[in-house]
């Protein structure tokens, strides 16, 4: 099994920034595994977009949004072409605002089953969030507040059997410890780990 190592986000993004473009990179892990922590900060150093899957699921469905996402934003990325989409649930819940995506050389798409096999094609680079499951519990608790439990353990129902079955840590590029331990600067740096989501 792989030891942890501390890597930098400048280094990460330099070994993205040499595949082919335009080039999509997923970063998957369960729920309040750090994602979008994680995600933000690699935007920032690659100057990129992030999409969250979030925002696609949104009043459509917990993890049958995927071909939305393919046909609206996935297959107009690749092409060359910019994106400016408004999910029909937005509408007919009154959310205002639309997704944009410009043409360029990476994008970001952050979210639970964003590395999901049917995705597969069009996902160039996964980084899989490793987070001990009852850690990420507390975190998402914590981070949705008394209101969300009931919502959270909903979640918890779904996506437990879909990453039995889907076990997208198995095709990761990439594995990051969600929680780690090694000294390291959680600005500029992350860890490694060899662990997997089983």
Known sequence: MPEARVQSFNNLAAQILQLSTPAV????????????????????????????????????????????????????????????????????????????????????????????????????????????????????LERDGPDGHDFWFEWQRSEQPFFADDQPWTRASLIVDGAPSVAHDADTQFVTCGLTGR
């Open 25 to 140: 990179i997923a970063i998957d892990g369960r729920s309040a595994a750090g994602k979008s922590t994680f995600a933000s900060k690699l935007s920032r150093v690659l100057e990129c977009q992030c999409v969250h899957t979030d925002d696609i699921a949104w009043n459509h469905s917990f993890f049958d949004w995927w071909p939305l996402l393919t046909q609206h934003i996935l297959e107009p990325f690749k092409a060359g072409r910019a994106v400016l989409w408004t999910p029909d649930a937005w509408r007919e819940h009154e959310r205002k605002g639309a997704i944009a995506v410009q043409p360029a050389p990476v994008l970001i798409v952050e979210g639970v089953s964003s590395a999901r096999r049917e995705l597969r094609e069009w996902i160039d680079y996964t980084i899989w969030m490793e987070t001990d499951a009852h850690l990420a519990e507390t975190r998402g």
